[in-house]
């Protein structure tokens, strides 16, 4: 049989030169973020936040009346709209005889959310909407559950602060 030759240019053959012009590579790159940091194609996040779209869709944010009270009528529509099961509400009786209902619990299960904006849509009440908050990292699963307090008190702004798109 006959044996096949292979013949490898020099420069491949020998790994070294190859390992050279990466690291030349990498240190051209080094140098240019180091001497001109404002043309970096990345963010030093934290220190840098980026600053997104108002159309962004973050974590939840329950909206107020004036008064400070909650917008949410406990209607439910938000919940059944949502694909991925992830909003939990217990409605109870509002002691004022002219607002229906009120959400005595509003839970929002952040591992599940896929963020579509669904709860936000079928809202009637504009009760709810898709926050710019988006670093939602945690050590345990249990901090993923936003409760009414947490989800009002991030937004922290009342209905006449929100801005129509
Ligand atoms: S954004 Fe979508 S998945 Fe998340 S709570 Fe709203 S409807 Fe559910
Ligand atoms: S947030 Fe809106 S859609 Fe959801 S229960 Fe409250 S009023 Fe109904």
């Given at each position: 049989m006959?044996k096949v ?5 020099i ?13 030349m590579?990498?240190g051209?790159h080094?140098l240019?973020?180091l001497l001109?940091?404002g043309q ?19 974590l939840?944010?329950?909206t107020v009346k004036?008064?400070?009270e909650l ?11 949502c ?15 002219k607002?229906e209902?009120?959400?005595l ?5 952040m591992?599940r959310?896929?963020?579509?904006g669904?709860?936000?849509e079928a809202c ?6 898709m926050g ?5 990292a945690?050590?345990?699963?249990s ?6 307090e ?9 209905q006449?602060?929100?801005k129509?798109?």
């Open positions: 006959q030759k292979y013949s490898l240019p420069s491949q053959r020998v790994y070294l030169i190859a390992i050279l012009k990466g690291m590579v990498t051209r080094f240019r973020n001109r940091p970096m194609p990345t963010i030093n996040y934290p220190e840098i936040r980026r600053k997104y779209s108002s159309r962004f869709r973050g939840q944010i329950l004036e008064n400070g917008r949410c009528t406990a209607c439910m529509l938000c919940a059944t709209a694909p991925a099961a992830c909003i939990h509400i217990t409605a109870a009786e509002h002691p004022d005889p607002v209902k009120f959400p619990e509003f839970n929002i299960d591992l959310c896929v963020f579509c669904m709860c936000e009637p009440v504009d009760a709810i909407r710019p908050t988006y670093e939602l945690n050590f345990d699963r901090d993923f559950i936003f409760t009414k947490e989800l009002v008190k991030h937004g922290n702004f009342t006449s602060k929100v129509h798109h």
